[in-house]
């Protein structure tokens, strides 16, 4: 009874600790001045000059040394951008790790952290996740229906090139 009592103490204290999203983010320093309810000029100016850089086209990408994703929900104008310590380039893959989302709609800071994200960014506003969907500008890209067409002529030949029709 009393190792079931602590177990239930530990798990209560680590989820509140979790839900609060604690210090332990990756630019938390930074985290700490925001408000909800903020501007995305009043928070970056709150956070100050972010740690990474980006070059040509890469800009876009980048705000105030911030990485930054722009979507367009439901009508609703969506900015994510990513708090780190670390130095770093814009190319880099975003890693919950060295990076803690802050989600603004419309210019407005709703929340921030990676369980808000989950929660409140994929989950209610449907915004994909960025671990998935990371540098697709240098993937090339490759329609569902071109991939089926060559695996079905792949499959029809046993993978040996199509021979020319002799019945004609």
């Given at each position: 009874m009393k190792a079931a009592f602590v177990r239930l103490s530990l798990v209560a204290s680590l989820t509140a600790i979790a839900a609060c999203g604690g210090s332990d983010e990756p630019g938390s320093a930074r985290l700490s001045n925001l408000k909800e309810g903020m501007t995305l000029t009043q928070a970056l100016d709150a956070m100050g000059k972010g740690p990474l850089t980006a070059t040509y086209s890469d800009t876009m990408r980048l705000l105030n040394g911030y990485?930054?994703?722009?979507?367009?929900?439901?009508?609703?104008?969506?900015?994510?951008?990513?708090?780190?310590?670390?130095?770093?380039d814009v190319k880099e893959p975003v890693l919950q790790a060295k990076e803690t989302p802050i989600v603004f709609r419309n210019d407005t800071l709703l929340g921030w952290g990676?369980?808000?994200?989950?929660?409140?960014g994929m989950g209610k506003f449907q915004l994909p996740t960025p671990l998935r969907a990371v540098d697709t500008m240098t993937t090339p890209l490759v329609s569902d229906s071109a991939k089926k067409l060559d695996s079905a002529a792949a499959a029809a030949t046993n993978g040996a090139p199509a021979k020319p029709d002799s019945t004609k």
């Open positions: 990485r930054r994703m722009r979507y367009l929900m439901n009508g609703a104008d969506f900015n994510v951008v990513y708090s780190r310590d670390l130095p770093g990676w369980r808000y994200f989950v929660d409140e």
